[in-house]
């Protein structure tokens, strides 16, 4: 079975640190663009950061720049998104989502995801 598996989420203090992860099933990740996405119950899914193939390139969020990191270990077939400084406002539910489109691409966080997963919530709350 091909999928996408989330883990690292949980509830944080504002000011803290999660690391999520991003991990593959049944298919290598070192072809994909990997897009980290995330949803506020009522909202619409906000794209978040993404990565190129390589690791080359990264994209984020005006929201979260300076705060996220994205990075990918393919020898591991995983991703992961270092969140740091998080505030109530980064409260979502957060998915990982892979196709062959380039992150670099305008449009990248807009177009279809070939896999998504099953999402993990994270909570920032005192």
């Known amino acids: 079975q091909l999928q996408l598996v989330e883990s690292g989420g949980g509830l944080v203090k504002p000011g803290g640190s999660l690391r999520l992860s991003c991990s593959a099933s049944?298919?290598?990740?070192?072809?994909?663009?990997i897009g980290w996405f995330r949803q506020v119950p009522g909202w619409e899914r906000e794209g978040v950061s993404c990565?190129?193939?390589?690791?080359?390139?990264?994209k984020y969020v005006d929201s979260v720049k300076g705060r996220f990191t994205i990075s990918r270990d393919n020898a591991k077939n995983t991703v992961y998104l270092q969140m740091d400084s998080l505030n109530p406002e980064d409260t979502a539910v957060y998915y990982c989502?892979?196709?062959?489109?380039?992150?670099?691409?305008?449009?990248?966080?807009?177009?279809?995801?070939?896999?998504w997963g099953q999402g993990t919530q994270v909570t920032v709350a005192s």
């Open positions: 989502a892979a196709n062959t489109r380039p992150c670099a691409s305008a449009l990248y966080f807009q177009y279809g995801q070939a896999y």
């Open positions: 049944g298919f290598t990740l070192d072809y994909y663009t």
């Open positions: 990565i190129s193939t390589t690791g080359g390139y990264t």
